[in-house]
């Protein structure tokens, strides 16, 4: 009888603008610079992780909102906000899940699964994080890992 085997792969992390996450304004967007390639490996799965804190006391919303935004061809991506504090255009980005953040001076880490939030996986994305801390952050780091599997 086969045996069938879920690997998660490498931790990879994603680039953004110099420190522009690490250091994201409150109520402001940030997209990461180029679009994760998902057709490359084809993975049943992309986890996507937040690792983020502030040393300023978070106020507001206590929270960062992870977005995404994909494309089926690499070319064409869902519309949406992805940098500056303009939230017009925001109910048209998928959310991924949020991150609470509610103490100053502690990291906090959330993963979120791509699949999970759209269905499947598709061609590409773009990874966008909006700061609600209240707060500006003060660190800041999006990874990934693709899932995949194995019959043996």
Do not use: C, H
Not at 38 to 55: I, S, Y
Not at 80 to 108: K, V
């Amino acid at each position: 009888m086969a045996t069938v085997k879920q690997i998660v792969g490498a931790r990879t992390s994603l680039a953004y603008s110099g420190t522009a996450l690490s250091t994201l304004a409150s109520a402001t967007y940030v997209e990461n610079t180029t679009a994760y390639p998902a057709n490359t490996n084809q993975p049943l799965d992309v986890v996507v992780e937040v690792d983020a804190a502030t040393t300023n006391t978070p106020a507001g919303n206590k929270q960062l909102v992870v977005f995404i935004s994909e494309s089926l061809d690499g070319t064409n991506y869902r519309s949406g906000p992805t940098s500056g504090t303009t939230t017009t255009r925001e109910p048209n980005l998928i959310q991924i899940g949020t991150l609470p953040i509610t103490t100053a001076s502690t990291t906090e880490i959330g993963t979120f699964s791509v699949a999970q939030a759209l269905g499947y996986v598709p061609y590409s994305f773009f990874v966008i994080i909006k700061n609600d801390l209240g707060v500006a952050l003060t660190s800041g780091t999006v990874w990934t890992s693709e899932i995949s599997s194995t019959v043996a």
